[in-house]
């Protein structure tokens, strides 16, 4: 009979190796539901892994990597923060949204004026909308105890009505024929937030979320708040004996992640989507959850996972295109990809022991 | 009867109509939290629901089996995370979010072609019953389906309150580790605990795609399975109270569904916020009240049981 012996402390070795396992087993499981559904298995994850990188117009979807990367990142390192610590932001995505709306407004305000500072100004509206979006199951939690998961969940549903409001309402484009939906910001130059460098897909963005990383991991490491955090997630009541005040961390990590997933909201619509419209945010909020944890809520981790789940993406439209794959494969996709992940690290928190069992 | 142009007796029987799926989903995940799990995939398990029983519904023309189907389909998605959580002993908030993620992206995988279709018609109970006046529409003007949930919930509070299995399951919610020095088998009591769940939840979910909306559409759910996960706080884990709680949440949703339709002067987004915004409320009020044990939470709720001997 198997039986599990805890191990004193996670296995670093199974910790690295499980998201490698886990990415091979999705693609197994993946391949066997393509088959299910008739689809040449083979040819399916061949479509979603290796043409977008190495087929034809492997250059165009390169850029595509970095343009879908960048927001899943950035939302990523900001909520890794938190789920160290065992604060669980689920609500990226409505801040996500709210970050998006209060940039989009700041740049639509200014229009058709033409200063250097719109953009600035939309970034930091941008942050501060998703802060304070964050702000709300942040103080709610402190002030009451209320459930930080529900609360910042139903601010998703929230957002998604006020986005809708707002692109029929208040920011639908004047001269958009009736049709719902901003101006496009792409077309307002002082507003937008253009490709940096021709055919890399570099964005402001990309950028931020380059620059996040690196900050992440230096306050994982070396900054006092880095190490609250790990404390904080590993063990509590130390935490508490080591002068952590819980609710302090509380609203720093939920003020950090919200900030993030407004700052990548900014950027999305500013950028590649271009306008508030009632489906401008494609997921990317929840995605990024995937990602923090395929990423082993480490910065480096995170950059590689988002680059992953970025190529599934684009990999997903592909097969679209070519195999006719419906575009909700890629979510159950990206969803059986967490659940082997949480799956494989009893290897990492446990030894697996062979026991005779006593007659 | 009217309040500003509102039917009292229409608005009381859309409400229970309304309120249903959020019920049953949150009557099984109370089980499933008094057995000990912490289960956030409930909106994942409707969802599946939904579909499962809307296709089963389509192909055989028989709404029973498609409920039937629903609620096989929601304890499946349950034993999946059984398994992630008893089995290879997963974080059981981030597996909840997991299925979640899994079963909104295999509902629509599996809703291909399925779009625009009506199914068949659940039909009323009583017939004829339902045209007597007042009482017809709330009492006998509703299918099985609601009368099933209401009996659910009575259920429900009778196991877990008078028998033994419903002792044994809050004994191993509230402290495992003594449970299972008695000799109960905690993952099994817990398996089962959590397949109820799914089972219901699933039957909630195909509650919306059969008989609310009807017709299936990706992401139908909304929500609704985490607003069941908040009613279950809001009923300190007492199932009559998640009775209460459900009629609540079905009576804001009527409500500003009736304003919608009245045509009243607030954008129709602002005022599709409103069950939201309640939930938020109505978590804030519960937790308000000081402490995890004065709230009714089973003390072993969402830790993970390892057993060393």
């Known amino acids: 009979m198997l039986t599990l012996e805890k191990r004193p402390s996670p296995s670093r070795f199974w910790a690295g190796v499980t998201p490698i396992l886990a990415v091979i087993l999705t693609m197994i499981a993946g391949g066997i539901l393509f088959a299910a559904m008739g689809k040449d298995p083979v040819e399916a994850i061949l479509d979603i892994f290796w043409q977008p990188l190495f087929g034809d117009n492997a250059d165009y979807f390169r850029a595509q990597l970095l343009v879908k990367a960048g927001p899943l990142v950035l939302i990523a390192v900001g909520l890794s923060l938190g789920f160290r610590a065992s604060i669980w932001n689920i609500g990226a995505e409505g801040q996500y949204i709210i970050g998006a709306i209060c940039g989009a407004a700041v740049g639509l305000a200014f229009y058709p004026a033409d200063h250097w500072y719109i953009f600035p100004l939309m970034v930091i509206a941008g942050a501060l909308g998703g802060w304070a979006w964050a702000m709300i199951p942040a103080l709610l939690k402190n002030v009451f105890g209320t459930n930080e998961i529900l609360v910042s969940l139903m601010l998703v549903y929230v957002a998604e009505n006020i986005q809708s409001w707002m692109a029929f309402g208040p920011l639908r484009n004047p001269e958009g024929m009736g049709f719902p939906g901003s101006r496009n910001l792409q077309q307002y130059p002082a507003a937008s937030n253009p490709e940096l460098i021709p055919n890399t897909g570099i964005h402001w963005g990309v950028v931020a979320a380059a620059v996040a990383a690196v900050l992440a991991y230096i306050l994982l490491k070396k900054h006092i708040l880095g190490f609250q955090i790990r404390v904080a997630g590993q063990a509590p009541r130390a935490a508490r004996f080591a002068g952590v005040d819980p609710k302090h961390l509380f609203t720093i990590c939920m003020g950090i992640s919200g900030a993030l997933a407004g700052l990548a909201g900014l950027f999305e619509v500013s950028g590649p989507s271009g306008q508030i419209s009632t489906n401008f945010n494609v997921g990317y909020g929840f995605t990024a959850i995937i990602v923090a944890y395929l990423g082993r809520l480490h910065p480096i981790g995170i950059v590689l996972a988002g680059l992953l789940l970025a190529l599934t993406y684009i990999g997903g439209e592909l097969a679209q295109l070519s195999l006719g794959l419906p575009s909700a494969a890629i979510q159950a996709f990206q969803g059986m990809l967490l659940f082997f992940l949480l799956g494989l690290d009893v290897l990492s928190n446990y030894r697996i022991r062979v026991k005779e069992t006593r007659k | ?309």
């Not at chain 2, 499946?76 to 908030?93: D, E, H, I, P």
């Not at chain 2, 009323?124 to 017809?136: E, Y």
């Not at chain 2, 580790?177 to 000799?183: C, T």
């Not at chain 2, 987004?269 to 409320?281: G, R």
């Open chain 2, 1 to 309: 009867m009217s309040l500003g142009g509102i039917d009292l007796v229409v608005l009381i029987a859309s409400l229970m109509v309304a309120s249903t799926p959020i019920m049953l989903a949150a009557i099984g995940e109370l089980v499933a939290e008094k057995a000990g799990s912490l289960n956030l995939g409930v909106e994942g398990m409707m969802i599946i629901g939904a579909i499962c029983g809307f296709i089963a519904a389509v192909e055989t023309g028989s709404p029973v089996l498609g409920f039937v189907a629903a609620a096989a389909g929601g304890a499946v998605m349950a034993l999946l995370f059984a398994f992630m959580t008893q089995v290879l002993l997963s974080n059981q908030v981030a597996t909840g979010l997991a299925l979640t993620l899994f079963g909104l992206g295999l509902s629509s995988l599996l809703g291909q072609g399925y779009n625009g279709i009506k199914p068949p018609p659940t039909p009323k109970l009583f017939g004829s019953l339902g045209d007597l006046p007042v009482v017809g529409p709330i009492v006998f003007g509703h299918n099985w389906v609601v009368y099933l949930s209401l009996i659910l919930v009575a259920g429900t509070w009778a196991v877990l309150k008078y028998t033994r299995a419903g002792l044994v399951l809050r004994a191993v919610g509230e402290n495992h580790d003594a449970a299972h020095a008695l000799g109960y088998r905690v993952r099994t009591v817990r398996t089962l605990a959590l397949m109820y769940g799914g089972a219901c939840a699933g039957v909630g979910g195909a509650y919306l795609s059969l008989v609310r909306v009807p017709q299936w559409t990706e992401g139908m759910t909304a929500g609704a399975g985490w607003i069941a996960l908040a009613i279950v706080v809001f009923a300190s884990w007492k199932p009559w109270r998640v009775l209460l709680g459900a009629y609540i949440f079905g009576g804001v949703t009527v409500l500003q569904l009736r304003l919608q339709a009245a045509g009243i002067a607030i954008p129709v987004q602002i005022l599709s916020t409103a069950p939201y915004l309640i939930t938020i409320l109505v978590l804030v009020i519960m937790s308000a009240r000081r402490g995890r044990a004065a709230q009714g939470a089973p003390a072993s709720l969402g830790r993970v049981f390892h057993a060393s001997h």
